[in-house]
T-cell receptor, first 111, second 114 residues
C-alpha cells in the first residue's frame, strides 16, 4: 500500500510559484500519481496526473523524479482563489488504493 | 455535461429515520463511488460500483446501503444512523475503474444525524 506523506499546511503570497511535495516511498510499478484540489464544502477537483518525468497542463505541473518515490505539484503564480486543500493520491486505479486520499496540504495564499 | 449532481445538498435526520442520498451523472461514466468526509479530514472511500455492480465495499456498516439502479444513478440508503455518521457524503464518477482515469466529484450532501 503506497502511503503518501504531505506537509500539513503551506502559506504563500499572491503571484508566487508554489511547490507541494508528496512522498510515496512504497510506490509500485503500476502506480500513477494524481493530485486533487478541494475547496470547503465542495468535492475534490482533479488537477493533474502523471506516471514519470514531467506533466504540464493549463493549471499546474507535476514533477516526478526517476525513482518515483516523491512527486511535486507546482502551481505557477498563485492567487487568493488557489487557497484550498491539495491531495496527492498514489495507486493502481484498478484497486482501491488509487482511491484512498492522504491527509492533504492546506495551502493558504495571502495578499 | 461534466457534472455530478447530488441531492439533497443538506439533510437532517433522526436516528430512527430512513433517508436516501442521490447521485446522477450523464457523462457516460461506468464507475461510480461514495465517499464520506468528516470536517478537516480527507475523504474516505465507502463503495465503488463498476458497470452497475458493487466492486468495492470498504467494510462499511450495514446501516449504509448503496444501490446503482442504472449507469447514471447511484443511491445511498440510510437507516438507523448514529450521530457520528454526520459528515459530508460525496459521490464521484469516472469513465471506468481503471488506469489513467480521473474522478469527477459532486458537491456532496451535508448530513446531520440528531
Amino acid at each position: 500500500l503506497a502511503k503518501t506523506t504531505q506537509p500539513i499546511s503551506m502559506d504563500s503570497y499572491e503571484g508566487q510559484e508554489v511547490n507541494i511535495t508528496c512522498s510515496h516511498n512504497n510506490i509500485a510499478t503500476n502506480d500513477y500519481i494524481t493530485w486533487y484540489q478541494q475547496f470547503p464544502s465542495q468535492g475534490p477537483r482533479f488537477i493533474i496526473q502523471g506516471y514519470k518525468t514531467k506533466v504540464t497542463n493549463e493549471v499546474a505541473s507535476l514533477f516526478i523524479p526517476a525513482d518515483r518515490k516523491s512527486s511535486t505539484l507546482s502551481l505557477p503564480r498563485v492567487s487568493l482563489s488557489d487557497t484550498a486543500v491539495y491531495y496527492c493520491l498514489v495507486g493502481d486505479f484498478g484497486s482501491a488504493r488509487q482511491l484512498t486520499f492522504g491527509s492533504g496540504t492546506q495551502l493558504t495564499v495571502l495578499p | 455535461d461534466t457534472e455530478v449532481t447530488q441531492t439533497p445538498k443538506h439533510l437532517v435526520m433522526g436516528m430512527t429515520n430512513k433517508k436516501s442520498l442521490k447521485c446522477e451523472q450523464h457523462m457516460g461514466h461506468r464507475a461510480m463511488y461514495w465517499y464520506k468526509q468528516k470536517a478537516k479530514k480527507p475523504p474516505e472511500l465507502m463503495f465503488v460500483y463498476s458497470y452497475e455492480k458493487l466492486s468495492i465495499n470498504e467494510s462499511v456498516p450495514s446501516r449504509f446501503s448503496p444501490e446503482c439502479p442504472n449507469s447514471s444513478l447511484l443511491n445511498l440508503h440510510l437507516h438507523a444512523l448514529q450521530p457520528e455518521d454526520s459528515a459530508l457524503y460525496l459521490c464521484a464518477s469516472s469513465h471506468n475503474q481503471g488506469s489513467n482515469e480521473k474522478l469527477f466529484f459532486g458537491s456532496g450532501t451535508q448530513l446531520s444525524v440528531l
